[in-house]
């Protein structure tokens, strides 16, 4: 039986976990982000009799850090979810990050959940916005 750490644990009773390999043909959708758009390739992953998948992200940090230098140079517009991963890594609370950027914390909100339309053109790519491969 495979031991889980804590962090990719959840609540759970079950205990048939059945192990995968995150490949290029067949990545892992990293939903935990908060981004919609985020494979990874190369991790180990586990996949729980109750569905869930509990992905064995060994540098959390650096890859997040990663994410968040890839969506800062990105020439695009950001959509709601990269505005709002880029705010919860500033550390910033969502009415503080609105004063500063002279928002109503209501339009943020909309802005982070997508209910705006974007205001420049979308560039029509809706390829992943990150890959990793781990050691
Ligand atoms: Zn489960």
């Known amino acids: 039986m495979e031991t889980v750490t804590p962090a990719i644990a ?3 009773n079950r ?3 059945n192990e995968f390999r995150a490949t290029m043909d067949e990545p892992y959708h990293f939903v935990a982000c908060g981004l919609p758009n985020v494979y990874l390739v ?6 729980c009799e109750c569905g869930e998948d509990l992905a064995d992200i060994p540098a959390m940090k ?12 990105k020439t695009s517009a950001l ?31 909309r802005i982070e959940n ?7 053109p979308k ?13």
Do not use: M, W
């Not at 190369?42 to 996949?47: D, L, M, N, P, V």
């Not at 650096?62 to 140079?73: P, T, W």
């Not at 997508?114 to 420049?120: F, M, N, R, T």
């Not at 560039?123 to 050691?135: D, I, R, V, W, Y």
């Open 79 to 109: 959509s709601g979810a990269e505005i709002k991963f880029l705010r919860k890594r500033l550390g910033q609370k969502a009415a503080d990050f609105a004063r500063q950027i002279g928002l109503e914390p209501e339009t943020l909100s």
């Open 15 to 17: 205990e048939t976990r």
């Open 62 to 73: 650096q890859l997040v850090n990663l994410i968040g230098r890839d969506l800062a140079e």
């Open 114 to 120: 997508d209910h705006l339309p974007e205001i420049q």
């Open 42 to 47: 190369g991790i180990r992953y586990f996949r």
């Open 123 to 135: 560039n029509g790519k809706t390829a992943p916005s990150s890959f990793t491969q781990a050691a």
């Open 10 to 12: 959840h609540e759970c």
